[in-house]
């Protein structure tokens, strides 16, 4: 037993030692790609970092050489794999960056339909929660859109188009949490069910084919019910009267609604309010 444990031990540091032999000798590839004038052994190190994933390798050897490259025949890969490696690397804005620079440079480039396509998707990978600014959201989206102009015929395009779906749904959804707001607020000074009606309306024309198309209807139709229910006397059945509108256009839309029960509650009370 003490033999086989040693022979274990002996084995792992055999293993620890040629590892670390490994790592000196690709750390000292590295820096000697680094400190080299010769502009295409570094350019042959950068390609063989990335295909061994080493993309921040590869990304800081490229970004050293591209514009030594620029104008030759080796600057349209170079810009590329530069691009793709930030990329890899899930940096994302600076990989967008230099995807943008790619097509616009080479607009009918070996890479161009890859480019475009990876700028958007990798906006789309980036995109933050709601509760942030969604800028990147809407950067993600154009981008996408963009590809999808130059390249309908892209076998990228169904990934293009659900990644477009789903920023959309991301953009609504920060569209219903702001009506949402403005109806919690009521009448907290000034007509907030006023103001949530417009960004539910204005959303739901914006992001007609959104999965939180219902959500922003049903809003809509509560806040003109609050709006009615708590107006001055004389302005009450017109505003009644908007609600009725509103819950025929609900239920027509959505006749078998889980939120068909409120609805039709909010329209009987809106009925006995209106006179002939």
Do not use: W
Request: charged share 25%; aromatic share 14%.
């Amino acid at each position: 037993m003490l033999i086989m444990t040693k022979r274990i031990v002996n084995m792992r540091n055999l293993i620890i030692s040629m590892l670390a032999m490994v790592c000196l000798a690709s750390c000292g590839e590295y820096q000697k790609a680094q400190k080299s004038t010769d502009y295409d052994y570094k350019l042959d190190y950068a390609k063989r970092a990335f295909e061994n994933k080493k993309y921040v390798q590869a990304a800081t050897i490229l970004t050293d050489i591209i514009t030594v490259f620029k104008g030759t025949e080796k600057a349209e890969d170079a810009l590329y794999l530069l691009a793709l490696s930030h990329y890899e690397n899930k940096d994302y804005v600076n990989s967008g960056a230099y995807f943008k620079t790619y097509y616009n440079r080479y607009p009918k480039g070996k890479y161009t339909e890859l480019a475009r396509f990876y700028c958007g998707y990798g906006y789309y990978l980036d995109s933050p929660d709601t509760q942030l600014d969604q800028s990147g959201t809407i950067k993600a989206i154009e981008e996408l859109q963009s590809f999808l102009d130059y390249f309908p015929k892209s076998d990228k395009v169904s990934i293009a188009q659900n990644a477009i779906f789903e920023l959309q749904d991301k953009l609504t959804l920060k569209e219903l949490q702001n009506a949402q707001l403005y109806y919690n607020l009521g009448n907290y000074m000034g007509n907030n069910y006023e103001s949530a009606v417009i960004v539910a309306k204005n959303a739901i024309k914006n992001y007609p084919y959104s999965r939180y198309k219902e959500d922003l209807e049903l809003l809509v139709l509560k806040s003109r019910y609050q709006e009615a229910s708590q107006s001055v006397e004389e302005k009450k059945m017109d505003r009644y009267r908007t609600v009725v509108d509103e819950y025929y256009s609900f239920i027509n839309n959505y006749p078998d609604s889980p939120n068909r029960k409120e609805a039709d509650n909010i329209f009987k009370i809106a009925q006995s309010h209106i006179h002939d």
